[in-house]
């Protein structure tokens, strides 16, 4: 017994000692590893005095293949500009913003960081950051690169983004096939109409007896292909709405527009495609898994409205034979390009702001990032890219960049897009927070002026008004 | 009589074989998907059994990522938890159980609130508390916590000792003994079960605590494995298989050291009313 | 009485002794930490500019003008008194057969029954998403010979019943601890019954529930806290829908902190919380009567 006691103690002691050995192995090892070691911005700024290596920290919610690119692009960086070094951080998608939140209260916020778009603004008013425009104004063609990448606001750039986004509808070429659906047409300008679509999905869903919609005997609890899918994102939902005149919020940020005729007339539509077409299952709350993706392959839906970025499992899966259309149009076409900036945080200090914009561009630079393109997981910002041959096809020269994409694609940017307006509206998360359960009462199969009713005073108080005023073609007043 | 207990006992399996189907459903769920494509993962319906074994997605998480060095420092991290928590709540459980001393209400108090605060409005204090220490991106944060005797296990610990006789410490005292001697020599034997317990649970919690090191880690090298696993998963898209082949590999540790142990803290002791040992 | 008073004060000392990393941890793990987020609860700070503040405008606000506040608090109270009680006495019943002495293979259920509660919750949430799939999830496959097709974690009325399961599914921990307490009951005591004729039910009420009283306790004051404090499941499966019906408490304070930049409402908001807390926690404290401490409890 007295060993043991003994021999407990002993194993205190050791533990201790060894934690404060530890201790300081792991600050060893720390300063170790110094080509890429936390820096601190007085740390950073000592060293530049000393006419020596820039540090950069990066923080990026890039994963998987997305990942890997960035990580090559900001090696071959680091190549071509031997007084920079940049430390990245890759924070999980679900927790960045809390870590950033975290990061920037203890004074330590990145230099260069992905940012959520609607932040860019917010963050950029209160002096946080640094405003891109007299950086970019010697080095880049304004004139190649497309408006969506920049997050300019009273005549200040707060984020470029380093690639964009857009919505298509894609659809199994298959079932399309076999279903006797005449392919849409890929023009954005002249896309199919809000009730072709609808016909398709008629067309498209099945149970498991083959019975259509409609149909005697249909069995809407066993499907074997829907025809397509409601999502319960905004950002789809909100193109549509645009579409036929309407929209979430109002461009000056003071009302919602989501209860005008214009805006309900599409959410009436919408939840139909549930519940008296019966084509679509009701939209899932949250779902990380890529059913959508995988459902269209395998067979089991028809065709869905999506962003390019799904194509990226296409990509994964070798599998090209989808193929694109526009968005299906109300009263006028409507599609949407976007993209999550990266902003530069002010360091007050003029060479690393000077160095940070350098990565920016070069994230940003196709040539660098070739992976993202290449597997779909972003486009291009440079319009040159999609017009001269041999840009093009470094990143197109594959299954899944099909004609049917890529003539979307040459359409999409000769028509009129509409405005992300969570970028140009003021709270526009807190004010999505109260919408949204409505827009799941929706969902469920109430009608849709009780759902909406009393939204508009509930919402009042959230409103802040806008950053800048955007015209995305709202008729609703 | 005994017919009686045989069925009881042979519906009492039967029950356990059905629970344990459903308890080990997921680790088969993950099992099964770590080696598949990621296609084939949620494939509806459910494909029970991938078509070739996708063994490569093991190889590729170690060559992809560091991942083998993520599992080194979970245990560095983990050893160290589980040594503090082990001996920083059994002293302070002893103490609140078995001595009286002023004010022990107060600090007991003070223990079990900690366990009621809401982690989420201390995450940047307690940063910055650690920035200013020069804590950040080290292992000093996610492994000093251990020894400030969490409230969970303190509070564990106590209840266990309370249920221990005072007879014994009554007559040790008697015999001159200090709280230090009761606590070595009659405490700490008698504690085998419960402190196992403690060591265990320290393991699985500190094993898959992500929160901790992503507020706190930031070079990709430090990164504990449950950490690393986020990274599989990102905005738009999901490398599943690798998750689910990173998953597998983090939970065989923790299933080995729980087969191992599961014994010796289920018997217990026996308290048969007289001192041991 | 000079003698006694010695020992009072050294075993003031040697208490003092045993609770010093515990101390020391809290002051500067918890008690810092906390009254800043005291003083910032006071405050309104969006984290980006410096604090501002504004007295109880937070307090109040919670109470009267926020749209979420008191439907987080409805949530999360709806669960607690679902989950609670379940996961108490099933947890309990499972130990309780886990533990019978004919039983085979207990070594082997033992450790099946742990792995839920090791499965990073990654996985886990993947898979339960996947088995309450509406449209061809696993339950919904096996139910439908039975006629029963629902939305599960989808549908505003189950959402919470949903979640609870899967978190009475990872109790491992608790039933654990069940069986380890189990262990220390002394045999004899079950003897005694026995020799007064006693079947398994006076067993149980006679020995084994009294005897189990201490780590019982511990079990449910843990599971309040707990359960008060649920997060993960909203945060990683329904994102706190459909239709709010499970944004938890936490939750909406996560989001007010990180997503909204309302650092001095969250601040608020666990302050709340951790009072109702603590005043369950003594509550449950003071009526503790019906625990018996084997060890002559002060």
Same mark, same amino acid.
């Given at each position: 017994?007295?060993?043991?006691?003994?021999?407990?103690?002993?194993?205190?002691?050791?533990?201790?000692?060894?934690?404060?050995?530890?201790?300081?192995?792991?600050?060893?090892?720390?300063?170790?590893?110094?080509?890429?070691?936390?820096?601190?911005?007085?740390?950073?700024?000592?060293?530049?005095?000393?006419?020596?290596?820039?540090?950069? $920290?990066?923080?990026?919610?890039?994963? /998987?293949? !997305?990942?890997?690119? #960035?990580?090559?692009?900001? *090696?071959? +960086? %680091? &190549?071509?500009?031997?007084?920079?070094?940049?430390?990245?951080?890759?924070?999980?998608?679900?927790?960045?913003?809390?870590?950033?939140?975290?990061?920037?209260?203890?004074?330590?916020?990145?230099?260069?960081?992905?940012?959520?778009?609607?932040?860019?603004?917010?963050?950029?008013?209160?002096?946080?950051?640094?405003?891109?425009?007299?950086?970019?104004?010697?080095?880049?063609?304004?004139?190649?690169?497309?408006?969506?990448?920049?997050?300019?606001?009273?005549? $200040?750039?707060?984020?470029?983004?380093? /690639?964009? !986004?857009?919505?298509? #509808?894609?659809?199994?070429? *298959?079932? +399309? %096939? &076999?279903?006797?659906?005449?392919?849409?047409?890929?023009?954005?300008?002249?896309?199919?109409?809000?009730?072709?679509?609808?016909?398709?999905?008629?067309?498209?869903?099945?149970?498991?007896?083959?019975?259509?919609?409609?149909?005697?005997?249909?069995?809407?609890?066993?499907?074997?292909?829907?025809?397509?899918?409601?999502?319960?994102?905004?950002?789809?939902?909100?193109?549509?709405?645009?579409?036929?005149?309407?929209?979430?919020?109002?461009?000056?940020?003071?009302?919602?527009?989501?209860?005008?005729?214009?805006?309900?007339?599409?959410?009436?539509?919408?939840?139909?495609?549930?519940?008296?077409?019966?084509?679509?299952?009701?939209?899932?709350?949250?779902?990380?898994?890529?059913?959508?993706?995988?459902?269209?392959?395998?067979?089991?839906?028809?065709?869905?409205?999506?962003?390019?970025?799904?194509?990226?499992?296409?990509?994964?899966?070798?599998?090209?034979?989808?193929?694109?259309?526009?968005?299906?149009?109300?009263?006028?076409?409507?599609?949407?390009?976007?993209?999550?900036?990266?902003?530069?945080?002010?360091?007050?200090?003029?060479?690393?702001?000077?160095?940070?914009?350098?990565?920016?561009?070069?994230?940003?630079?196709?040539a660098e990032v070739n992976d993202l393109f290449v597997t779909a997981a972003q486009m291009p910002i440079y319009k040159s890219w999609y017009?001269?041959?041999?840009?093009?096809?470094?990143?197109?020269?594959?299954?899944?960049?099909?004609?049917?994409?890529?003539?979307?694609?040459?359409?999409?940017?000769?028509?009129?897009?509409?405005?992300?307006?969570?970028?140009?509206?003021?709270?526009?998360?807190?004010?999505?927070?109260?919408?949204?359960?409505?827009?799941?009462?929706?969902?469920?199969?109430?009608?849709?002026?009780?759902?909406?009713?009393?939204?508009?005073?509930?919402?009042?108080?959230?409103?802040?008004?806008?950053?800048?005023?955007v015209d995305y073609y709202s008729d609703a007043k | 009589m005994k017919k009686k207990q045989k069925i009881a006992a042979v519906l009492d399996f039967l029950f356990m074989l059905l629970l344990g189907l459903i308890m080990v459903f997921p680790l088969f769920w993950m099992a099964r998907s770590s080696l598949m494509t990621q296609s084939e993962i949620f494939r509806k319906p459910m494909q029970w059994l991938p078509k070739i074994a996708q063994w490569k997605n093991y190889a590729d998480i170690m060559t992809m990522r560091p991942f083998a060095r993520w599992m080194c420092n979970s245990a560095f991290i983990v050893f160290f938890n589980v040594i503090g928590t082990m001996l920083t709540s059994s002293m302070a459980a002893f103490a609140f159980a078995r001595i009286n001393f002023r004010g022990k209400n107060v600090v007991f108090a003070m223990v079990m609130a900690a366990m009621m605060i809401p982690s989420a409005t201390l995450l940047i204090p307690q940063f910055m508390i650690w920035k200013a220490l020069k804590g950040i991106d080290t292992y000093a944060p996610l492994i000093l916590g251990a020894f400030g005797a969490p409230g969970f296990y303190t509070f564990m610990l106590r209840q266990f000792y309370k249920g221990i006789p005072m007879d014994m410490d009554e007559a040790a005292r008697i015999d001159g003994a200090s709280p230090l001697d009761i606590y070595l020599k009659i405490i700490i034997p008698l504690s085998k079960a419960p402190l196992v317990t403690v060591a265990i649970f320290t393991f699985t919690s500190c094993w898959n605590d992500f929160m901790g090191p992503l507020i706190y880690l930031s070079s990709e090298e430090k990164y504990t494995a449950a950490l690393g696993l986020r990274s599989f998963i990102g905005m738009y898209t999901g490398q599943w298989h690798y998750l689910m082949a990173a998953s597998t590999v983090l939970v065989i540790p923790v299933i080995i050291l729980f087969a191992f142990c599961q014994k010796i803290f289920i018997n217990g002791i026996n308290l048969s009313g007289g001192l041991k040992g | 009485m000079k003698g006694k008073l010695k020992t009072r004060r050294k075993e003031t000392i040697w208490g003092w002794i045993f609770v010093i990393p515990a101390c020391m941890g809290l002051l500067i793990y918890i008690i810092l930490p906390m009254i800043y987020s005291l003083m910032i609860s006071f405050c309104s700070w969006d984290i980006i500019s410096?604090?501002?503040?504004?007295?109880?405008?937070?307090?109040?606000?919670?109470?009267?003008?926020?749209?979420?506040?008191?439907?987080?608090?409805?949530?999360?109270?709806?669960?607690?008194?679902?989950?609670?009680?379940?996961?108490?006495?099933?947890?309990?019943?499972?130990?309780?057969?886990?533990?019978?002495?004919?039983?085979?293979?207990?070594?082997?259920?033992?450790?099946?029954?742990?792995?839920?509660?090791?499965?990073?919750?990654?996985?886990?949430?993947?898979?339960?998403?996947?088995?309450?799939?509406?449209?061809?999830?696993?339950?919904?496959?096996?139910?439908?010979?039975?006629?029963?097709?629902?939305?599960?974690?989808?549908?505003?009325?189950?959402?919470?019943?949903?979640?609870?399961?899967?978190?009475?599914?990872?109790?491992?921990?608790?039933?654990?601890?069940?069986?380890?307490?189990?262990?220390s009951i002394q045999q004899e005591l079950y003897e005694a019954v026995d020799i007064d004729g006693g079947n398994w039910w006076a067993r149980l009420i006679y020995v084994t529930l009294p005897m189990m009283s201490p780590l019982i306790f511990y079990n449910l004051v843990m599971a309040l806290i707990g359960a008060l404090q649920t997060f993960t499941q909203g945060y990683v499966m329904t994102n706190g829908g459909p239709e709010n019906a499970s944004n938890f408490y936490m939750l909406y304070l996560y989001d007010n902190a990180f997503n909204y930049n309302r650092m001095g409402l969250a601040c608020a908001q666990s302050w709340l919380l951790f009072l109702v807390i603590a005043l369950l926690t003594i509550f449950l404290f003071r009526t503790s009567g019906w625990v018996y401490y084997g060890g002559d409890a002060e």
């Open positions: 017994m007295r060993k043991k006691g003994f021999s407990l103690c002993l194993a205190a002691i050791t533990c201790v000692s060894l934690l404060a050995g530890c201790g300081e192995k792991a600050k060893e090892s720390q300063t170790a590893d110094n080509t890429s070691a936390v820096q601190t911005q007085e740390q950073e700024a000592a060293d530049e005095q000393n006419g020596e290596v820039i540090q950069l $920290k990066f923080t990026s919610w890039s994963a /998987g293949g !997305e990942q890997k690119a #960035v990580k090559q692009a900001l *090696a071959s +960086f %680091e &190549e071509q500009n031997p007084g920079i070094k940049v430390e990245a951080e890759f924070i999980d998608n679900a927790n960045y913003t809390a870590k950033i939140n975290t990061l920037m209260a203890a004074g330590d916020a990145p230099n260069v960081a992905q940012l959520n778009g609607y932040l860019a603004p917010e963050y950029g008013a209160k002096g946080q950051l640094l405003d891109l425009k007299p950086y970019l104004e010697g080095q880049v063609d304004f004139e190649d690169i497309l408006p969506e990448a920049i997050f300019e606001y009273d005549d $200040k750039i707060w984020g470029m983004t380093f /690639g964009v !986004e857009c919505q298509m #509808v894609l659809y199994n070429k *298959a079932l +399309f %096939e &076999e279903a006797g659906i005449d392919a849409p047409s890929t023009d954005a300008a002249n896309p199919w109409t809000w009730e072709e679509y609808v016909d398709a999905a008629v067309k498209l869903t099945k149970d498991i007896n083959g019975k259509h919609p409609g149909e005697e005997g249909f069995d809407s609890n066993n499907i074997s292909v829907w025809g397509t899918k409601v999502f319960d994102s905004p950002i789809f939902n909100f193109t549509l709405l645009n579409s036929n005149g309407g929209a979430y919020i109002a461009a000056e940020g003071d009302r919602l527009l989501v209860d005008s005729e214009e805006s309900k007339e599409v959410l009436k539509e919408l939840q139909d495609l549930i519940y008296v077409h019966q084509v679509a299952p009701k939209p899932a709350v949250t779902s990380a898994m890529p059913s959508s993706q995988q459902m269209l392959m395998d067979g089991q839906l028809g065709m869905y409205m999506a962003g390019q970025f799904e194509i990226a499992t296409f990509a994964e899966a070798e599998w090209g034979d989808f193929g694109v259309a526009p968005l299906p149009k109300f009263k006028k076409p409507a599609s949407m390009i976007w993209g999550e900036p990266l902003v530069v945080y002010d360091s007050k200090d003029e060479k690393v702001n000077e160095a940070a914009v350098k990565l920016v561009l070069a994230l940003s630079n196709p017009t001269d041959p041999e840009k093009k096809a470094v990143w197109t020269d594959n299954a899944w960049h099909n004609e049917s994409l890529m003539s979307y694609f040459d359409s999409l940017f000769q028509t009129e897009t509409t405005s992300r307006e969570a970028y140009y509206v003021k709270n526009y998360d807190p004010i999505m927070a109260i919408v949204q359960p409505r827009l799941d009462k929706i969902w469920d199969g109430v009608d849709v002026d009780t759902a909406l009713e009393g939204l508009q005073d509930e919402v009042a108080p959230e409103m802040q008004g806008y950053y800048k005023i | - | 410096a604090p501002e503040f504004v007295g109880l405008k937070n307090y109040k606000a919670l109470f009267t003008t926020d749209p979420h506040y008191m439907n987080s608090c409805l949530v999360t109270l709806k669960y607690t008194l679902i989950f609670v009680p379940s996961m108490l006495i099933i947890t309990f019943v499972i130990a309780l057969l886990l533990n019978v002495e004919q039983l085979k293979g207990k070594g082997l259920w033992r450790v099946l029954i742990y792995i839920p509660s090791i499965v990073p919750i990654m996985a886990s949430s993947a898979l339960w998403t996947f088995i309450y799939d509406p449209t061809n999830g696993l339950l919904n496959n096996l139910l439908a010979p039975f006629g029963i097709h629902e939305d599960w974690i989808f549908d505003k009325k189950m959402v919470l019943p949903c979640i609870a399961i899967m978190g009475i599914w990872g109790a491992g921990n608790t039933i654990m601890i069940n069986l380890s307490g189990f262990g």
